[in-house]
């Protein structure tokens, strides 16, 4: 009676617990009984499963091998009586064969769910794992899966409470009858075997068993991911096991061939490393061997370790408990297999948009597939190389040989070019993938520290720690690398693709320069000699020609790529250029003054000299440094004098000069590449940092610290020019100059890839469209004009934004500085379009917010806000009233793009729809009705598809901007520590902060900790630049807290979030000051007003109005757990009666619709009496319920039910809070944040 009536051995129990109710979810009570229930009926219900499986197995193979009885004779008279005619003898068979195959199957099907926790004692002795593998072998297609997936079932357990010797036993016994089933399907083939023609087509995509093919290998993952080291040495089963996962990762299909490459990185990341360089090598902590290797460190039962360990009851122990080892010649035949494949899924080898294999639908899957083919592919030639590193160098070094030698031979036909372009780009990805982890192998023995990814060479104590064989072994493997280098220089190759991968090859062993930097010298001067094999057909300082060739191009990008091997080199071993940057510095010189390099060739090689020269003395450093000072300066003073390049006043004639654009372009380039390439110097103990790092004034060294960053001395005449040209490139967008720009205006707008981006759309069909004429800042056409101005806004935006983070101190002292940076950066901002304002907050005004010392706040952020955040209050409120009004009526209105756009007439940006199409098959005389027709309804068409796009485009362009803005607006309401006045120097524009240090203490009493979001210690006085602004322009003040607080009601989550951040910050602004200006007023702590009126009036009017109408909003549920948060802080300073100030929170309330005074005094008798934050809470969401109506009280109901991630503001409780650093952490690290062209 332990079987129900589903089969599954559980019985239905009506007064079990939780079964009350059929909306209750069961407790863990009546859970804990149906697993009970289960387990009591296995020794029933199990059994009988397997007997079912054999007695119908059994069946139906005697009622195959009896013989056919004969034919029954009275057919005829059964018709005539009126009865059915009798089936043949042969049907009867089928029929009842086929029952019996029915019952097979429901009893697997039944199994696949019983074998997931029945004992696995119990599953071994029973004859499942045997039936499966011979349904595998010779059942039908559907009693085939179905054992497959039966043995994936069993592949997902882990070892629980199991004994080790149980599950090494089962899960060994799952890996031979899977593998000996597949052996006898012939699916397991050694290497050395050729894969069938048969077995290629059927396994491929569209074969018949392409979906056997799939599972079969899902269950040879599950089972080598979770328990490979259970499967026997003894008897083969882990050698076969290899072999089978390599059958697969040579089949030609990528979808089969890829799905093998997880568990290979899981195998080679785990296995124990043989080599003697193990010890020290990279490969050496993957499995916890230690460098005596040696076949007698394998544990030939397998088990321990890894997810499933044996020696772990909980399934999650430590690896180290057992290891194991891959054999060699496996890891060799792997990286063989990969470095064949790699030549498939190289970029070369592209098909093209409309040229995709049958068996992707698009050119963006397909692009998904090849592309993670590929870096898997790359991960694992990294692992395989610490694990065989002699295997590795051999298998690349003959990649790379047979793929020179293609190159260098003769090529007659397109297709062999192509071939041999591929080849080498495979042999290139298969060198970068190797080369590190063999460096950092030899690294560790001979004492050397590459400066890598921390592996070998980061915990080199020296050869004195290693044995003499891990030495000659180190040094074997440095000369083979420095053999492969030296033949690699020795190539020659003139074809302009060839020389851009020969460019990416010298590149690769630039982290082998470490351990022999005797061979700097020679790469360096390949790479120059190598250029000249594509001579200048003019001086290298003019430009480009007009029109571009494909053929100019690519030799252009080719020399390009050469001059860049320096940088790369310099960035991964500048120790082995330091001695030659004198030698270096007069060459590129001279190869400049002769005219053999071009502007972008010189960038890219000062730029790698100046990488080389951070790792140089002081003095080197200053020697390398100062001969790039004359080229930069003569950049401040083209800009100085020529910014009319991009001047408003004659835009026509001046954006039409290529020479001067050509040359403005590289210089600034080069002024941006000079900041981001020499790193800050370091400053004394006790001092700040000039990296940013710290908050406040503590992230700059003081104004007379002698040790400053070796740019600062050049800030005063380096950014006043850029600061002209940033002026410039705004006036461009100014509706008073638009009109006169004509054609020229689209400089204002984004181009098509810009949109393909933002929109999310293949940016390869764009660059295939512009693939004819690429762009190109000296080109003759407006697209190029627009090009240019592009790239010079933005890289004088990274110029402030690198000047900020790295020349902070010599920034901020700077008087003609402030008088011209903040009016340049802000002063056209009311034009420019979104994306443009958005880059320009987050990457020049929010690092000055961030970090502008208080002292010099006075004439640096004060005027930037007193113009910029009325225009942005403006700017964002227009455009989400616009936004929220155009879904309200069910379309885009034009008004709303231009409040959004920043007030132009035409909306910077955004495309008209249709723009420049005409229809011309409607004229007289032409297709006829029918035609014109359809031309009309196509343009219609595209015009309608712009017009979403349109739509789509400001809408997430006013969501980017309005969460940077609202960042930008917490750095102004971030509290830093005053700097201490040495001399009695006070906070410009206004008085000293309330209340000095002795005063500050009592406050820090007075603030609850969970209402202080960004206070601290009572003892440091703290102040923010939003209170010197309400000292100095309270105006412009107003306008950044009304837009901080509102944005609490925009429907866009990130915003929201970051304005709950933004009001808590005035909340804990305010409380201290009610706490200052009490003191001060010599009363109690909060028994007199506030020292700050226009504060307070925010924080309990705004503030409170917001937060109560965001929970109402549905646009804004995932943060209503952080708004009721606020609320409560909100509450729980101005409410309590005792408090002078919670009559105008009173009256707040009262404006909520049914809440009398009555009703009020109720509240604020049950708030104030309750001590916790959760019933205070709860009583919030019960008044606003009230008042409400269904709809406010379904979405009060759904923030207790949020996912785990979102939570109330994260806020300690019951302590003070120390200070909080100022600055987040941004993504300055990246070598081109914005993307940037190196020279077009």
């Known amino acids: 009676g332990a079987v129900g009536a589903s089969g599954d051995g559980a019985t239905t129990d009506p007064t079990s617990p939780g079964s009350s109710g059929a909306a209750d979810a069961p407790d863990v009570t009546s859970k804990r009984a149906f697993l009970s229930a289960l387990t009591a009926s296995a020794t029933t219900v199990f059994p009988f499963l397997c007997e079912v499986l054999e007695q119908h197995f059994q069946a139906a193979q005697k009622l195959r091998s009896e013989p056919l009885p004969p034919a029954a004779g009275g057919g005829g008279a059964a018709a005539a009586a009126g009865g059915n005619p009798t089936a043949s003898p042969e049907q009867q068979r089928r029929d009842q064969i086929a029952a019996h195959v029915g019952a097979l199957s429901a009893a697997l099907g039944a199994l696949s769910t019983w074998v997931e926790w029945v004992p696995m004692r119990r599953l071994t002795a029973s004859s499942v794992l045997s039936a499966c593998s011979f349904f595998i072998r010779e059942g039908t297609p559907s009693l085939r899966m179905q054992a497959l997936d039966v043995l994936r079932q069993v592949t997902w357990r882990k070892r629980a409470n199991e004994t080790p010797a149980d599950y090494i036993t089962l899960m060994d016994g799952v890996g031979g009858a899977l593998l000996g089933a597949t052996a006898a399907l012939g699916l397991l083939l050694s290497p050395q075997d050729p894969l069938p023609p048969a077995m290629i087509r059927e396994l491929g995509y569209g074969g018949s068993q392409a979906e056997f093919g799939a599972r079969v290998l899902e269950v040879v993952e599950s089972l080598g991911e979770g328990h490979f080291r259970t499967l026997s040495e003894a008897e083969g089963r882990r050698a076969a096991f290899l072999t089978q996962l390599l059958t697969f990762t040579r089949h030609p299909y990528l979808r089969l061939s890829g799905g093998t490459l997880t568990l290979w990185q899981q195998l080679l990341r785990e296995a124990s490393p043989q080599h003697a360089l193990a010890g020290g090598g990279s490969g050496g902590a993957a499995g916890g061997g230690g460098g005596s290797g040696g076949p007698g460190a394998v544990h030939a039962g397998g088990g321990g370790g890894g997810q499933n360990s044996p020696t772990s009851g909980s399934g999650s122990g430590s690896k180290s408990g057992s290891s194991y080892t891959l054999p060699v010649d496996v890891v060799s035949e792997l990286m063989r297999m990969l470095c064949g494949a790699m030549v498939l899924v190289v970029p070369t080898a592209d098909p093209g948009v409309n040229n995709v294999p049958d068996w992707c639908d698009s050119h963006a899957e397909y692009k998904e597939v090849v592309v993670s083919f590929r870096s898997q592919a790359k991960a694992i030639l990294r692992l395989a190389a610490s694990l065989a590193p002699e295997q590795a160098l051999q298998a690349a070094g003959t990649l790379l040989s047979s793929a020179f030698a293609a190159c260098t031979a003769s090529v007659a036909t397109t297709a062999a070019a192509s071939s041999s372009t591929a080849q080498l780009e495979a042999a290139v990805l298969v060198l970068t993938a190797v080369l590190p982890p063999l460096c950092d192998m030899a690294a560790a023995p001979l004492g050397v520290s590459t400066g890598g990814s921390g592996g070998a060479g980061a915990g080199a104590t020296g050869p004195a720690a290693v044995s003499p064989v891990a030495q000659a072994a180190a040094a074997a493997l440095v000369g083979g690398i420095a053999d492969m280098l030296q033949a690699v220089l020795r190539v020659r190759l003139s074809d302009p693709r060839h020389m851009t991968l020969h460019a990416e090859a010298i590149e690769a062993f630039g982290c082998f320069l470490a351990l ?347 005027p930037l806000c007193s113009a910029f955040l009325p225009h942005m209050h403006d ?329 785990g991630g979102v939570s109330a503001v994260p806020e300690p409780k019951h302590r003070e809070r120390g200070p909080i650093p100022d600055v987040t952490p941004q993504d300055w690290g990246l070598p081109h944040l914005f993307d940037l062209p190196d020279v077009l």
Request: aromatic letters at 4%; proline letters at 8%.
């Open 875 to 1203: 700017r964002l409120s227009g455009g989400w009233a616009a936004m929220q009004a155009a879904a309200a009526g069910g379309g885009a209105g034009s008004g709303g793009g231009a409040a959004a756009g920043g007030g132009s007439s035409s909306r910077p940006g955004v495309r008209g729809a249709g723009g420049g199409v005409t229809c011309s098959s409607g004229a007289p005389g032409g297709r006829g009705a029918t035609a014109a027709a359809a031309a009309a309804a196509a343009v219609a068409s595209a015009a309608a598809a712009d017009a979403t796009s349109d739509e789509v485009l400001r809408d997430l362009l006013l969501r980017e901007l309005s969460r940077e803005y609202l960042s930008f607006l917490n750095a102004l309401v971030t509290r830093r520590p005053i700097e201490e006045p040495s001399g009695g120097v006070g906070i410009p524009g206004g008085a000293a902060p309330p209340g000095g240090p002795s005063s500050a203490g009592a406050v820090g009493a007075l603030i609850n900790s969970r209402v202080s979001a960004n206070g601290g210690d009572g003892a440091v006085p703290q102040e923010s630049i939003l209170e010197v602004l309400l000292r100095t322009q309270p105006a412009a003040a107003q306008c950044g807290l009304v837009t901080g607080v509102a944005a609490l009601c925009w429907p866009d989550t990130e915003s929201a979030s970051r304005a709950v951040s933004f009001c808590r910050s005035l909340l804990a602004l305010q409380t201290q000051s009610l706490g200052a200006g009490g003191l001060q007023n010599g009363g109690s702590p909060g028994s007199s007003g506030s020292s700050n009126p226009e504060l307070e009036g925010v924080v309990v009017g705004a503030v409170t109005r917001s937060a109560i109408s965001s929970l109402g909003l549905v646009s804004t549920v995932m943060v209503q757990a952080q708004v009721l948060e606020l609320l409560r802080s909100v509450l729980a300073v101005y409410l309590p009666p005792n408090q002078p100030h919670s009559a105008p929170l009173r009256a707040v309330l009262g404006e909520l619709p049914g809440v009398t005074p009555q009703v009020l005094d109720n509240f604020t008798a049950s708030f104030c009496g309750t001590q916790g934050d959760k019933e205070q809470r709860v009583l919030i969401k019960k008044l606003l319920a009230a008042v409400g109506g269904e709809e406010v009280r379904k979405l009060l109901a759904a923030v207790s039910k949020l996912p």
């Open 516 to 862: 022999r930097p005797d061979l700097a010298v020679p790469t360096v001067s390949c790479c120059l000699e190598v250029m000249r094999l594509l001579p200048l057909e003019a001086p290298g300082q003019l430009p480009p020609p007009p029109r571009q060739t494909p053929e100019w191009r690519a030799q252009f990008e080719a020399r390009l790529a050469m001059a860049n091997v320096l940088l790369g080199l310099a960035r991964a071993a500048p120790g082995a250029l330091v001695p030659h940057l004198s030698a270096l510095v007069t060459e590129i010189s001279v190869l400049w003054e002769r005219g053999l390099l071009r502007e972008g060739e010189r960038v890219l090689l000062w730029e790698g000299l100046l990488a080389a020269a951070s790792a140089a003395s002081p003095l080197a450093f200053v020697q390398a440094y100062m001969p790039l000072v004359p080229g930069v300066a003569g950049s401040a003073a083209a800009g100085s004098a020529g910014s009319g390049g991009v001047s408003p006043g004659k835009p026509s004639l001046e954006l039409g000069a290529r020479e001067r654009r050509w040359t403005l372009y590289h210089q600034v380039t080069l002024l941006e590449r000079a900041l981001r390439r020499t790193a800050p110097a370091p400053v004394a103990a006790g001092g700040g940092s000039g990296s940013g790092s710290g908050g406040g004034a503590a992230s700059s060294p003081p104004p007379g610290s002698s040790v400053e960053h070796p740019f600062s001395p050049h800030l005063e005449w380096c950014l006043p020019p850029v600061a002209r040209l940033v002026a410039c490139i705004h006036a461009l967008a100014d509706p008073r100059v638009r009109p006169s720009l004509g054609p020229l205006s689209l400089v204002n707008d984004m181009d098509a890839l810009e949109r393909a981006s933002r929109l999310g759309e293949d940016r390869d069909l764009v660059k295939a469209v512009e693939q004819p004429e690429p762009r190109c800042v000296a080109g003759a056409n407006t697209a190029d004009g627009r090009y240019f101005v592009r790239g010079v806004r933005e890289c004088c935006y990274m110029v402030l934004n690198l000047a900020t983070l790295h020349c902070g101190p010599a920034l901020w002292r700077s008087s003609q500085l402030a008088a011209l940076l903040p009016a340049a950066v802000a002063g056209g901002a009311a034009a420019l379009g979104d994306w443009v304002v958005r880059l320009l907050v987050r990457h020049v005004l929010t690092p000055w917010a961030q970090r502008c010392p208080l002292s010099r706040a006075g004439v640096w952020m004060v």
